[in-house]
């Protein structure tokens, strides 16, 4: 299995920037050439996100509403994942949680991390 963990998350104020990281823990030596990882987020009362995602042969993909704010990139020596968000709004305010996506043999296979709130508020 694929363990993940995200950091990164905390107050900031509107317009402000927040790093988040997303630490893979696996016996695959290189995640990110075998899964498409992928940053999603949910807020109370609403549907999960997905914000961006990023293909294991690096190709990447954003929700219109944060495309041109935040950018997804991967670190394959440290099996990390990061979100970088700029220009943060109010309205980004969820708990941001790193996903592993993978599908072979006829089977889908998805990881979860726990999520990191980032909030977004003056």
């Known amino acids: 299995q694929v363990q993940l963990v995200e950091s990164g998350g905390g107050l900031v104020q509107p317009g402000g920037s927040l790093r988040l990281s997303c630490a893979a823990s696996?016996?695959?030596?290189?995640?990110?050439?075998?899964?498409?990882m992928a940053w999603y987020r949910q807020a109370p009362g609403k549907q999960r996100e997905l914000v961006a995602t990023?293909?294991?042969?690096?190709?990447?993909d954003y929700a219109d509403s944060v495309k041109g704010r935040f950018t997804i990139s991967g670190d394959d020596a440290k099996n990390t994942v990061y979100l970088q968000m700029n220009s943060l709004k109010p309205e980004d305010t969820a708990v941001y949680l790193c996903?592993?996506?993978?599908?072979?043999?006829?089977?889908?296979?998805?990881?979860w991390g726990q999520g990191t709130q980032v909030t977004v508020s003056a």
């Open positions: 996903n592993a996506y993978r599908r072979w043999m006829g089977n889908e296979f998805n990881y």
């Open positions: 990023i293909t294991s042969t690096g190709s990447t």
């Open positions: 696996t016996r695959i030596a290189r995640i990110f050439n075998i899964y498409d």
